[in-house]
């Protein structure tokens, strides 16, 4: 079951620029987290933002969180060549015990120098 | 270094046979699990595990088996019954507790023909 949805499927945009993406879930979480993927690679954790926090940031990176309307936006500031890649949400369930995140489709994301 | 090792990169396979990738881990993480990737898609949960002999199915379990003999160790077996193996496959691992990110393997990409 997909419970994250990501907005747009694909962006591309000039370096210098802010890219933003957006996710959607479905059902109450506990927490929400964004992944960077590079073509052929594994995932790599980005940010980490709980349920009752609302905006989160790292370096470059401003993660908001909406409960009520159970979305998530990902903002990258004064993009480089180097952030390309495919970015996904992951959602945590607010139930007890170690259930595994649930990824979305991701954004591509392609920053032209 | 401490990570997750996935092994082999790259995996051709004749139908009809079965298949296992390995998947280790030095980060003394007792979580571990299974994704699959397929183009355009995000990642689905085959398996997972939270503990030494003990794993659970996800989503599309179907046609795939895991073993955990070993907390660095969870490898994964791609059987004949799997009707569309063909896809890259992701390995995970993490602390257990909720909120726990994920750390990811660099996948091992299994062609079937």
């Known amino acids: 079951s997909q419970q994250g949805e990501e907005d747009p499927q694909a962006l591309s945009i000039q370096e210098g620029e802010n890219a933003t993406m957006n996710c959607s879930y479905k059902?109450?979480?506990?927490?929400l987290q964004w992944y960077r993927q590079n073509s052929g690679r594994g995932l790599v954790h980005l940010i980490l933002?709980?349920?009752?926090?609302r905006e989160k940031h790292s370096g470059r990176l401003r993660v908001t969180l909406d409960t009520s309307k159970k979305s998530s936006s990902l903002l990258i500031t004064a993009s480089r060549a180097a952030d390309t890649a495919s970015y996904f949400c992951a959602t945590g369930a607010l139930v007890s015990g170690n259930t595994p995140l649930v990824f979305g489709k991701g954004t591509r994301l392609s920053v032209i120098a | 270094d401490g990570g997750i090792t996935q092994s082999p990169k790259y995996l051709f396979r004749k139908e009809g046979q079965n298949v296992t990738l390995s998947c280790e881990q030095n980060?003394?993480?007792?979580?571990m699990y299974w994704y699959r990737q397929d183009p355009g898609q995000g990642l689905r949960l085959i398996y997972y595990?939270?503990?030494?002999?003990?794993?659970q199915k996800g989503d599309i379990a179907e046609g795939y088996s895991v073993s955990r003999e070993k907390k660095e160790s969870f490898p994964l077996t791609v059987t004949s019954a799997q009707k569309n193996p063909t896809a890259f496959y992701l390995c995970a691992s993490s602390m257990t507790g909720v909120a726990s990110p994920l750390h990811f393997g660099n996948g091992t990409r299994l062609t079937v023909t």
């Open positions: 595990s939270q503990i030494v002999n003990d794993f």
């Open positions: 980060l003394n993480h007792d979580a």
């Open positions: 059902t109450s979480i506990n927490n």
């Open positions: 933002i709980r349920s009752n926090e």
